[in-house]
């Protein structure tokens, strides 16, 4: 009984910094994507870099970091990801060669019943 306690505290453990982990990523992204915005609105230099930059340089860093923290939210908070997949595929794995072991091992009980 014990066991499944510190197996349920370790998952515990893990969910709440997989979310910290989330919320720091999103700190981030906010920091660095609002100091860009204002380095493209010409705040840092005066618009003598900015200027020449074309209107859709000021959305892809946030567009496509965007995309990465979205899929960091769903691995983290929606649990669809790798983990559930592989402890599926897991399962079926062992329940397959158990069974395949069990027909292999009928098999030889079979054989030496029938030597006899």
């Known amino acids: 009984m014990e066991g499944i306690d510190q197996e349920k505290l370790q998952r515990a453990k893990k969910q709440i910094a997989d979310e910290k982990g989330w919320y720091t990523h999103l700190f981030i992204y906010l920091v660095i994507n609002i100091c860009l915005q204002l380095f493209y609105f010409g705040l840092f230099d005066d618009g003598r ?7 859709w340089v000021h959305f ?6 965007g995309i990465g923290l ?3 939210w769903f691995k983290v908070f929606k649990k669809v990801g790798s ?5 599926d595929w897991e399962a079926r ?10 027909e292999d091992f009928s098999h030889v009980i079979k054989r030496r019943g029938s030597k006899k």
């Not at 870099?49 to 209107?55: C, G, L, V």
């Not at 892809?60 to 970091?65: K, N």
């Not at 983990?83 to 402890?87: A, V």
């Not at 794995?93 to 069990?102: N, P, S």
Request: charge should be neutral; glycine fraction near 4%.
């Open 49 to 55: 870099i900015t200027s020449h930059m074309p209107w």
């Open 60 to 65: 892809t860093t946030p567009f496509f970091w």
């Open 70 to 72: 979205l899929g960091h």
């Open 83 to 87: 983990i559930k997949f592989y402890k």
């Open 93 to 102: 794995k062992i329940k397959q060669f158990m069974e395949e072991e069990e």
